[in-house]
Nanobody
Framework: QVQLIESGGGLVQPGESLKLSCTIS???????LAWFRQAPGKERAFLAS????????FYSNSVKGRFSISRDAAKNAIDLQMNNLKPDNTAVYFC??????????????WGQGTQVTVSS
């Protein structure tokens, strides 16, 4: 079973940028990988995904144009570059994976999450 480990969370001020990383333990080419976030008192929400083997990406309308997902083959990792952060972006950010060719809602592998706090 593949394991996902997130890193890069922290405290930033409104308007600043932050990059999160998710390391995949093995065979990332078998998976579609994604970032989600869960704010206090809210449900977990999809942000962006990337198909590792072909590089195609997909974004939630809520982050399109401000967040960017990418893969780093040298590190076996995906990154989430977040720009112009806002206080309501404060959440725990999770990395997730599903095998290729499985239904898009079938995110069944999760990392432990990393906290992002946007506050002045």
């Amino acid at each position: 079973q593949v394991q996902l480990i997130e890193s890069g969370g922290g405290l930033v001020q409104p308007g600043e940028s932050l990059k999160l990383s998710c390391t995949i333990s093995n065979r990332p080419e078998r998976y579609v990988l994604a970032w989600f976030r869960q704010a206090p008192g809210k449900e977990r929400a999809f942000l962006a995904s990337i198909n590792w083997s072909v590089g195609s990406t997909f974004y939630s309308n809520s982050v399109k144009g401000r967040f960017s997902i990418s893969r780093d083959a040298a590190k076996n990792a995906i990154d989430l570059q977040m720009n112009n952060l806002k206080p309501d972006n404060t959440a725990v950010y999770f990395c997730a994976a599903r095998r290729q060719f499985t239904p898009s809602e079938n995110w069944n592998i999760w990392g432990q999450g990393t906290q992002v706090t946007v506050s002045s």
